[in-house]
């Protein structure tokens, strides 16, 4: 028989709710195994919203149907920071957040994890985000659920991929008025899922769209680096930034503040601890934009590089998986080259003290070799992304097989495009003969978005 009120899945798909006698659940909602809900408002008469694609499935992020009730406050009591982030407030947080299992959750979303045991952390920081601010972040986190699903699973086609969620959940960025805590936090998570679908899909304002997000949370963040509960979604838009500054020479959003040497974030790794000193090294490279001779600065940065000391000894305490120890200690080992190879191609031009540059880049070959030595052909090395980058412009070699192993999308991102054609244009240039500074090409060159 008909149901008098649509349950929630049947309204949004505007399909009929038929509900058997002594159920609990429609017809349509027992076959698809969906949740069987009817706690949405009653809408004034007028026209429905865009139900989204008819693919669309139960989320990945697993958060939807805990927060469909929640409504953005119009008046001005909401939460202060210190209420916000207290571990009273935190504990309650986590006891609200559905049950979900680790290892399906990590293998949606592994392209942001090391491995499966960052699952239960990323998921209770975004679930915190989206709790405070589903307003901001409802949309995105669907629109980015397709996008997952087409390049990481094949479910659907490119077609399906929610580039009008995408683009509504932009123009909310670009209109956002960052007043409290809660918006701050859901603009950085909202920044970063918004340029990583921008990098995968178009890569044409990736960095931008990065670099904004940052700027609008700026004020709040120096208490947000505070909660550890917070890492999951504030120390990796950080490290893409600086990683994309390095590159281009340019001065970071936020400088981050020192961190413990065991801190271990899903996607920079051990890396926390030496972002202060990359950012300052960003901050020198811009300064050699202005007076290039001025490369004695470089000495400071790169002899707290080389001192630059990770705890890799956490790594076996703290119940990693042996992969996941593996890939830690194998990014931190390339990022500490990769460094060191850039500082080398601030003072000198290419053509000059080639030997040198190019015994660093094997370095970093090296370590990733030794890494699929180890691990076998069939895992992948994730987040090293810079340092290979770097490494490919000294040693000539073909890119496509490196860039393979480095990610688990089962196509080729727009950003990886951009990044094989700068290559692509590099060698062409130095094989003509140029014999200036990196940093000019990159300057000049096709643009492209470094990740980290």
Excluded at 164 to 174: F, H
């Amino acid at each position: 028989m008909s149901s008098l009120t649509a349950c929630d899945e049947c309204f949004k798909r505007k399909r009929k709710c038929q509900v058997d006698s002594g159920s609990s659940q429609c017809l349509l909602c027992q076959r698809s195994s969906t949740q069987c809900t009817r706690t949405r408002r009653q809408k004034r008469v007028g026209r429905p919203p865009n139900p989204g694609p008819s693919n669309t499935t139960k989320g990945i992020f697993d958060i939807w149907d805990a927060n469909r009730g929640f409504e953005r406050a119009q008046s001005a009591q909401q939460p202060g920071l210190a209420e916000m982030i207290s571990p009273s407030t935190l504990g309650a947080v986590s006891q609200r957040i559905p049950c979900t299992n680790d290892e399906g959750f990590y293998a949606a979303l592994d392209i942001w994890m090391f491995g499966s045991t960052f699952a239960k952390d990323f998921h209770r920081a975004i679930h915190y985000c989206h709790r405070n601010s589903p307003w901001l972040l409802h949309e995105m986190f669907i629109a980015m659920d397709t996008f997952i699903g087409w390049a990481r699973f094949n479910r659907t086609t490119s077609e399906r991929v929610d580039m009008e969620r995408g683009a509504r959940s932009l123009q909310k960025l670009r209109t956002a008025e960052v007043t409290h805590a809660q918006d701050a936090l859901a603009i950085l998570m909202l920044g970063q899922a918004l340029a990583a679908f921008d990098a995968f899909l178009t890569s044409r304002g990736a960095t931008s769209i990065l670099r904004y997000s940052l700027s609008l949370m700026k004020p709040w963040y120096s208490s947000f680096e505070q909660v550890q509960f917070l890492d999951p979604v504030t120390i990796s838009p950080i490290f893409w930034d600086i990683a994309c500054c390095l590159i281009y020479r340019e001065i970071p959003i936020i400088q981050p503040g020192a961190r413990d040497p065991s801190v271990i974030d899903r996607l920079a790794g051990l890396c926390p601890s030496v972002l202060p000193i990359l950012y300052d090294l960003c901050v020198i490279g811009h300064n050699l934009r202005g007076d290039p001779k001025q490369t004695n600065q470089l000495n400071i940065i790169e002899k707290s590089v080389r001192q630059w000391t990770p705890d890799y000894e956490c790594l076996q305490s703290r119940g990693f998986s042996a992969i996941e120890v593996a890939s830690i200690r194998t990014q931190a080992i390339m990022y500490r080259t990769a460094s060191l190879l850039l500082i080398h191609r601030l003072r000198h031009p290419l053509t000059c003290h080639d030997n040198t540059a190019v015994l660093l880049a094997n370095d970093i070959l090296t370590e990733r070799n030794n890494f699929f030595a180890a691990q076998g052909n069939e895992a992948t090395l994730q987040n090293v992304v810079l340092p290979l980058f770097l490494a490919l412009l000294e040693v000539p070699c073909s890119p496509l097989e490196v860039w393979k192993s480095s990610t688990r999308l089962r196509v080729r991102t727009a950003c990886l495009n951009t990044i094989l054609i700068f290559h692509q244009f590099f060698w062409e240039r130095k094989q003509s003969g140029f014999n200036g500074f990196l940093f000019d090409l990159i300057d000049n060159g096709p643009k492209f978005v470094p990740l980290p």
